[in-house]
């Protein structure tokens, strides 16, 4: 079993629409990221959330934006987004880079 | 940034046979971790293995840290075996940020 949790399991959502993605943990884990995964492709780092200091990695588009209420949530706030971010949303916790990383069992998003 | 190749990419074994997945990385890491994806997505960690060797039941891994490389042992394959394998490290100077190889694929038949 998973310590790390994610809400949605599934969503679906229109270009116009705002949700937000939800990750939780429960390890006392200082670092937490979010990952972008397309079909066929490996996972793609997004925002690494470090001892309350964010990292973007910069190629992300701002219709994406990370939010860290405490050390033991994450959420990633989703706007206007575009059928090309259709894809497995996945959330990782860790005592702090660059230490083991444990997976969540993400989001399936699909954008219509 | 660092670059992080995997081989085969495709591997296709029948039930009970070895096998060795490898990983190949360009620079010095801090992490290395091995995981497999199973069909449902959920990436569950095997070894976190930056240098060294580990065992865990069917599955070992050794990691060459001044050769650049790591290897995943599977020994007696089993059908639930099957899924994505990917190798995962954080370069020395990444900032924390890991990087995914591009995976192999295996499957396991009856």
């Known amino acids: 079993d998973t310590e790390v949790t994610q809400t949605p399991k599934h969503l679906v959502m229109g270009m116009t629409n705002k949700k937000s993605l939800k990750c939780e943990q429960h390890?006392?884990?200082?670092?937490m990221y979010w990952y972008k995964q397309k079909a066929k492709k490996p996972p793609e780092l997004m925002f690494v959330?470090?001892?309350?200091?964010?990292?973007i990695n910069e190629s992300v588009p701002s219709r994406f934006s990370p939010e860290c209420p405490n050390s033991s949530l994450l959420n990633l706030h989703l706007h206007a987004l575009q059928p090309e971010d259709s894809a497995l949303y996945l959330c990782a916790s860790s005592q702090g880079p660059p230490n083991t990383q444990y997976f969540g069992p993400g989001t399936r998003l699909t954008v219509l | 940034g660092i670059q992080v190749e995997q081989s085969p990419p495709d591997l296709i074994l029948q039930e009970g046979a070895n096998s060795t997945l490898r990983c190949n990385f360009s620079?010095?890491?801090?992490?290395l971790q091995w995981f497999h994806q199973n069909p449902w997505g959920q990436l569950i960690n095997l070894f976190y293995?930056?240098?060294g060797t580990k065992q865990n039941g069917r599955l070992s891994a050794t990691t060459v840290a001044t050769e650049r490389y790591s290897l995943l042992y599977i020994s007696s394959s089993q059908t639930t075996d099957s899924g994505v394998y990917f190798c995962?490290?954080?370069?020395?100077?990444?900032?924390?940020?890991?990087?995914f190889g591009d995976g192999t694929t295996l499957t396991v038949k009856p």
């Open positions: 620079d010095s890491v801090n992490n």
């Open positions: 390890m006392g884990h200082r670092a």
């Open positions: 959330y470090s001892y309350e200091k964010l990292s």
């Open positions: 995962a490290v954080i370069g020395g100077t990444n900032a924390g940020k890991s990087t």
């Open positions: 293995i930056p240098s």
